[in-house]
């Protein structure tokens, strides 16, 4: 099950209570539907919570009856309503007028904080989806109508959410890609559960990315280091070629000879294993010193 479909099982879940909020739902839905107009009502879902739901829904809402249809396609509920009537019932009860075309949102039945919950909780229903947490964080709500995107973009600015607005194809989508603005959109809309996956796999993800951060510093320090012996071992090579080793003072071949003896230890294991021991610093120099000598016969070398 995509999360997508946890979450709207969970908002399935949510009890109807009041008519208000019945209604408010249902104008959600009805708002991000295929067909919402007077001359025909139509509802496609492949989810079979809601299809259960819509049907309660319009229950409590209208006082109506109306039961789906399977689709053409056996996975599909196809609610439909086409009687006059009934129609005229559900325009009248959203306070729209039957003459009137397009998908128009009547905000004045959405003026509790109870029906704009619900409301929103049917629009995501019908027109929302969300992206699992761990891939992306990505809420988003499709319409092919323009004027209702705005409309609709406003409510949601109203609701304290800052939907973005981008074109699909023929379609508006209006999303949100803040974790915070998601977890508070499902929190509000009745799915906590949800949400707490959300913040989970924010954790998870923070974690991860602390842990790498440190892996990849610790990895560029030790690349450091091996370079920096690398280095010695071949200035050493040089010096042991053409005899010069042999000129320098006693520390510095004792650095040489055990810099060669162990070409992967670290500056800090070494100094410690003198007899006796040197600082880091000390035995940094002196291996430095050796570089630095190689480099000059190089360059008197013209190489
Ligand atoms: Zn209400």
Known sequence: MSFSQEVKRELCAVPVEQTCDALSEC????????????????????????????????????????LPRRGA????????????????????AFGLDPHASGVRMNRAILEE??????????????????????????????TPHY????????????????????????????????????????????????????????????????INRHVNCETANISKTVDAAMAQVRAIRTLQADGRLYLQPRVIQEAAQLRMANPESSLSVLAASLDPPVSRATLSYRLKKLVALAKEGEELRGE
Do not use: W
Not at 40 to 63: Q, W
């Open 113 to 142: 904080d109870c029906c704009k919950t619900a409301f929103l909780r049917g629009a995501f229903l019908s027109g929302g989806s969300v992206a699992a947490p761990e891939s992306r964080y990505h809420l988003e709500f499709v």
């Open 147 to 210: 004027v209702f995107s705005t409309e609709m973009t406003a409510f949601l600015m109203d609701a304290e959410f800052q939907p973005k607005v981008t074109r699909r194809q023929s379609k508006y989508v209006l999303y949100f890609k803040s974790s915070e603005a998601i977890e508070d959109f499902l929190i509000q809309t009745g799915a906590p559960v949800s949400a707490l996956a959300v913040m989970q796999a924010k954790v998870v993800k923070d974690v991860r990315n602390q």
């Open 73 to 92: 396609r056996e996975e599909r509920y196809v609610f439909e309503i086409t009687k006059k009537s009934q129609i005229h019932r559900i325009f009248d």
């Open 27 to 66: 104008y959600g839905i009805l708002l991000f539907a295929n067909l919402f107009r007077q001359n025909g009502i139509r509802i496609i879902t492949g989810n079979t919570d809601l299809a259960e739901r819509v049907a309660r829904l319009f229950l409590c809402a209208f006082d109506l009856q109306v």
